[in-house]
């Protein structure tokens, strides 16, 4: 396979994966556009060294970083993203579920916030995780164990601070038996 | 079958703190629909007929890498078994988060005096020790860690400690003590490796510290100190 088949596979495999983790931590939807070109530029250039039996894991780890610099920085507009950032800029993303869950995540720190959001926004395991931030499986264990226990003090305050009659308690919410 | 609950149990279990978060997520199968596939197969045409990094660039990154290496490599000697802390892997450009630097081994012995020298470079108060800190290297199984990333960790331990001494200052009504943590706890939000790896609102929290402390907000001080300086474990 020649190298831009190569490079065409491995953005239909995963851009959705990449994709999702962007809009979910991007200040405005319409950055994703270029922080999605961002990534798929440096796997473009990358591509001969991309691990074939994680790549989506790869392209996570890149994304974080380079979101990671958007931060600090204003995003850099990238032409290629153009026509991308047209679909993005209208969107709206689902709101924050009853009882502020989401608030309750922008109060702890980044490390546990992403912890949490990893495992449960982007469905990856602690072996994945850990791939992701170079760590090892049983480090996120530990980590991911401790960021639940924050956020649980977190949202017990919350509700404190709501009252017992607070109909917006969160986990007033069904939960599957 | 669902079931409803109408109360809040004292605890929620770490699986109803997990079904929590997942039912927070912003975006979801319904949002990415309303991606157009044209736009993206666009972008995606037009990326892979970006021109490739010259061989001369790819030479010289090379080199440098080599250099590297070799310089912080220094006299050591490999012995049969023994654990290195040099990876010899360092962050790409455009890929790390912050900087190039390089990853190393925490399951080596060398990663002790590796964080010994950056405890050097923080201060702690005259109560303080970084001796439960470093207690958790070398780590027991493989894992790898940026320079950078260390030098995060040590500074937050740091901080914390010298949050807690602002604490145990105002609680034992001891001004001096207070005042010191406080010049230190307005400074940290400036300390350089802040700078450098705040990818998120990590010195903006820090700002809100040392503020929290000038107004004397003991209670929430004292909560977000709870929370984010969780005792015995290593932070960063």
């Known amino acids: 396979m020649d190298r831009r088949a190569r490079f065409e596979a491995l953005f239909e495999a995963h851009q959705a994966r990449v994709l999702a983790y962007l809009l979910r931590r991007a200040e405005q939807p319409a950055d994703a556009a270029d922080l999605?070109?961002?990534v798929?530029?440096?796997?473009?250039?990358?591509?001969?060294?991309?691990?074939?039996?994680h790549a989506g894991l790869w392209l996570i780890g890149v994304a974080r970083k380079i979101l990671g610099n958007h931060r600090r920085g204003a995003v850099r507009r990238n032409q290629l993203a153009d026509r991308l950032r047209e679909t993005f800029a209208p969107m709206t993303l689902s709101a924050d579920t009853p009882g502020g869950v989401r608030e309750a995540l922008a109060k702890l720190t980044k490390s546990d916030r992403e912890l949490l959001t990893l495992s449960n926004w982007d469905d990856l395991s602690p072996a994945e995780i850990g791939i992701v931030l170079g760590v090892s499986q049983g480090t996120v264990r530990v980590r991911l164990h401790r960021a639940k226990r924050r956020l649980r003090n977190v949202l017990q305050e919350g509700d404190r601070a709501r009252g017992p009659s607070a109909d917006s308690h969160p986990l007033r919410a069904s939960l599957p038996d | 079958m669902k079931r409803m609950l109408v109360s809040p149990p004292a605890r929620w279990d770490d699986n109803e703190i997990d079904q929590l978060v997942a039912a927070a997520n912003p975006v979801d199968a319904s949002v990415l629909a309303r991606v157009s596939a044209q736009s993206l197969a666009e972008l995606r045409d037009h990326m892979a007929g970006e021109r490739m990094p010259t061989p001369a660039c790819q030479r010289r990154r090379a080199v440098i890498l080599l250099v590297a290496v070799a310089l912080m490599v220094g006299g050591t000697t490999a012995a049969a078994g023994?654990?290195?802390?040099?990876?010899?892997?360092?962050g790409p450009p455009g890929m790390t988060e912050s900087d190039t630097s390089e990853f190393l081994r925490q399951d080596s012995p060398e990663i002790v005096a590796v964080i010994d020298r950056l405890t050097h470079k923080y201060s702690l108060p005259p109560e303080g020790s970084w001796s439960r800190f470093k207690r958790h290297w070398p780590l027991k199984e493989r894992a790898y860690i940026q320079v950078t990333g260390l030098e995060g960790g040590v500074a937050d331990e740091a901080s914390c400690q010298w949050q807690q001494s602002w604490l145990d200052g105002t609680a034992a009504q001891d001004p001096a003590r207070a005042m010191a943590a406080q010049q230190v706890l307005d400074q940290v939000p400036s300390w350089p490796i802040r700078a450098k790896i705040d990818g998120g609102n990590l010195r903006q929290h820090l700002r809100n510290m040392a503020?929290?402390?000038?107004?004397?907000?003991?209670?929430?001080?004292s909560r977000l100190h709870g929370l984010n300086c969780p005792a015995g474990s290593p932070r960063g």
Not at chain 1, 40 to 53: E, G, N, V
């Open chain 1, 36 to 38: 999605l070109a961002d």
């Open chain 1, 40 to 53: 798929f530029l440096t796997a473009w250039r990358r591509l001969d060294t991309i691990p074939a039996d």
């Open chain 2, 82 to 90: 023994w654990v290195g802390v040099h990876s010899g892997w360092f």
């Open chain 2, 211 to 221: 503020a929290l402390a000038h107004a004397g907000n003991v209670t929430e001080f």
